[in-house]
């Protein structure tokens, strides 16, 4: 590790410079703050008597970041060579560099570097699907996976820069996929084994990938899904793809023409496998998400940016200790799996929890039963499962013994008052923390959260409350112009730099910038609202665009519409969100038929279900489906979304002014046909 290397700060050329700085001391002020004992100690400034209280060293991450993130990419991550530039970042430009010049490789980092003291240690539990079976996987064993599947890609063709798509339940050997994917140099682009064949070939396409890695079979609450026949059936549509491997989960199915099995290829090749050097902005991976228009977008993050920012997260957000157990459920398909089962507890050498099951089989004891098994410290979950686990009632949690968690984390939509307290008072028992956090898959790490904060401070329902350090929160007005003070509401930016924030949209990085920088020029947009509350905590109003946040998954209204379209006796059609009470928001669709047709009502409903399942995925079928004889437009042709959300939300009086509406009369038209939803 090289350390001595002179560091040229650039904060001149970051036009995030300290003049805005000012308003965000008066934006982080708080009456509770004082300077009280951290409760998460940074060893780094522990000599410094000027950074010792959490408000401290938030300051100093915003006033000095350069400072800030230098020290602690240097302390916490190992380079094989050090960087030069800390960063290179114009936001008004949505240019984003950091640590140039240095090198590094994410796998050596997840997983070389803890084998000396942590060798032995348990790196990965995997809770399989069948109820109460586990398997423990310590950090040399998954060294050992990782570098055959790094031999066995290299061996087949697999070259530095090469997108690699995973298409595998969570597991060890995803996880050692994804790493294998790290260690040479390719970038990984996980799609979420729910996905349809279509869905999984729009975004095979997208990134170019000439290689897929598979299982015969997916296991999820019992049920068998067929990962391979979606994939063949994906790859007969992708020229690009030239090899499939196909880890045997069940031992269904067989190979064809150009799969490889995953397992055999492995155990042929050595478990040594030298990594290669990556640059610190080399791509370490993409993950697809949607957008309120057009195609799922491929955000590409960096190496060493991000892998900083989800290894300080999840140390510090958590107050992760060594030897602690860290129970993420989400599936590595989405970003808090990428950054809170793999990345960040791996980077900090901890046991990390992979969960391949559902909240509910057997039955809504699940989580609770782990906790007590596997001694978990801390849980993150969704608050569509603890909204779905609350309704089945106490008993299935206190039957269990809890005792061993100390924080509760909680991810994906708003965190409502009940679910809050039901995780705080009977998961809880009230002892630990309940920390709703928010973030997004181009945020790459936690964002806004109760902790770190000073020890004491008040956690409060319903918002993740303050910024995490290097992170400034701005909430922007129509003008574009920042909101001050408290008790306020806006378009929640972020107008600091911060290393884990993506860099592009893979192959498209002008609606990169359209999407995040352009709207509120020298801020980056996150596309939710926020108030700022009268004591200056941050609450999340939802999104302000047409994405729609469906048990925590996000589904552009336009890729459900598409699919609608196609069906021929389809029209058009709209597709809004309305209040749903365990999933956080439901899918209504409004659809208008051309003329004539024969096929009843009920008939079509369903096959226009199918059809969404089969292109996009089950969570994306709508909930309520209404046959309307017109849409509601302007008379320039927009579709008036605002009057569809109140009717799907049953506020019909609640419409407001139709009155600039080119055909008032198809409002009333539609509220009356309300009540024949299908
Ligand atoms: C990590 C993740 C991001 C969107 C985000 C927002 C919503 C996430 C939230 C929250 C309220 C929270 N969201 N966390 N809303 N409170 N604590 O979920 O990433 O899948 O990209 O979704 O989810 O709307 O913009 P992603």
Excluded at 78 to 103: E, M, N, P, R, Y
Excluded at 432 to 448: N, R
Aim: hydrophobic share 35%; with cysteine; net charge negative.
């Amino acid at each position: 590790m090289a350390s001595s290397m002179h560091c040229k700060s650039i904060i001149g050329r970051c036009t995030v410079g300290l003049r805005r700085v000012n308003d965000l001391k008066v934006a982080a002020c708080t009456s509770w703050m004082q300077h009280r004992p951290l409760s998460t100690k940074f060893p780094e400034f522990q000599n410094n008597p000027q950074l010792q209280s959490h408000d401290q060293i938030y300051q100093f991450s915003l006033e000095n970041p350069d400072q800030f993130w230098s020290t602690l990419a240097r302390s916490r991550l190992q380079w094989s060579k050090d960087f030069d530039t800390v960063k290179d970042c114009d936001i008004i430009k949505g240019h984003i560099k950091w640590f140039l010049g240095g090198q590094l490789n994410a796998s050596v980092n997840c997983v070389d570097r803890h084998l000396d003291t942590l060798g032995d240690s348990t790196a990965l539990i995997w809770e399989k699907d069948e109820p109460g079976t586990e398997e423990h996987v310590s950090y040399r064993q998954l060294s050992q996976m990782v570098n055959r599947i790094s031999n066995m890609l290299k061996k087949h063709g697999v070259k530095k820069g090469d997108r690699v798509a995973i298409y595998l339940p969570t597991s060890p050997v995803a996880i050692a996929s994804m790493l294998a994917c790290a260690r040479i140099g390719a970038v990984h682009s996980v799609v979420f084994a729910g996905f349809s064949a279509e869905a999984l070939a729009g975004r095979i396409e997208d990134a170019k990938a000439e290689t897929v890695i598979t299982a015969d079979e997916g296991v999820r609450g019992g049920r068998k899904i067929p990962l391979k026949k979606v994939v063949d059936e994906s790859v007969s549509k992708c020229p690009s793809v030239k090899r499939v491997f196909v880890y045997r989960r069940t031992g269904m199915g067989t190979l064809g023409k150009n799969d490889f099995s995953l397992d055999d290829e492995m155990a042929k090749e050595s478990d040594v496998c030298d990594p290669e050097l990556m640059e610190s902005e080399d791509f370490l991976f993409m993950l697809y998400t949607s957008g309120s228009t057009g195609k799922p977008k491929g955000i590409a993050h960096s190496t060493a940016g991000y892998l900083l920012y989800a290894m300080m997260t999840q140390k510090h957000v958590f107050d992760y200790k060594v030897g602690e157990r860290f129970g993420c459920v989400a599936d590595i398909g989405w970003i808090t799996g990428h950054s809170y089962v793999v990345y960040g507890p791996l980077l900090n050498g901890a046991t990390t929890v992979l969960f391949e099951s559902n909240p509910i089989y057997p039955d809504a004891g699940k989580y609770w039963e782990m906790t007590e098994r596997l001694k978990l410290e801390h849980m993150y979950l969704s608050p569509t499962a603890l909204r779905m686990l609350l309704k089945e009632g106490d008993n299935f949690v206190t039957k269990y013994d809890r005792s061993s968690l100390r924080k509760l984390g909680c991810v994906g939509e708003p965190l409502n008052r009940e679910a809050f307290e039901w995780y705080r008072d009977v998961v809880g028992g009230g002892r630990c923390d309940v920390i709703d956090t928010w973030w997004q898959t181009e945020t790459g790490g936690i964002c806004i959260t109760p902790r770190p904060s000073e020890e004491g401070a008040p956690i409060l329902p319903g918002m993740p409350m303050r910024p995490f350090y290097g992170i400034a929160p701005a909430l922007v007005d129509q003008k574009g112009e920042e909101v001050t003070g408290n008790d306020v509401k806006g378009a929640l930016c972020i107008k600091s730099v911060w290393p884990g924030m993506a860099r592009t949209i893979y192959g498209d990085h002008q609606r990169f910038l359209n999407t995040y920088y352009t709207p509120y020029p020298g801020y980056y947009f996150s596309g939710d609202g926020a108030r700022r509350t009268k004591s200056g905590y941050y609450q999340i109003t939802g999104r302000m665009d047409d994405v729609l946040n469906v048990s925590g998954h996000r589904l552009g209204t336009a890729e459900i519409e598409d699919v609608l379209d196609d069906q021929e006796e389809v029209a058009e059609s709209a597709v809004v969100g309305y209040p749903h009470d365990i999933k956080g928001e439901g899918i209504y669709a409004f659809v208008v038929l051309k003329g004539e047709h024969d096929m009843p009502l009920d008939k079509l409903a369903n096959e226009l279900r199918g059809m969404v399942k089969t292109r996009i995925s089950s969570f994306a079928q709508p909930d309520m489906i209404l046959f309307a004889p017109g849409l509601p437009k302007t008379r320039s042709g927009k579709i008036m979304r605002r009057i569809l959300r109140k009717v799907a939300a049953n506020k019909p009086d609640e419409l407001g002014d139709t009155s600039t509406l080119f055909d008032p009369s198809v409002v009333d038209a539609i509220v009356e046909k309300h009540e024949e939803v299908y």
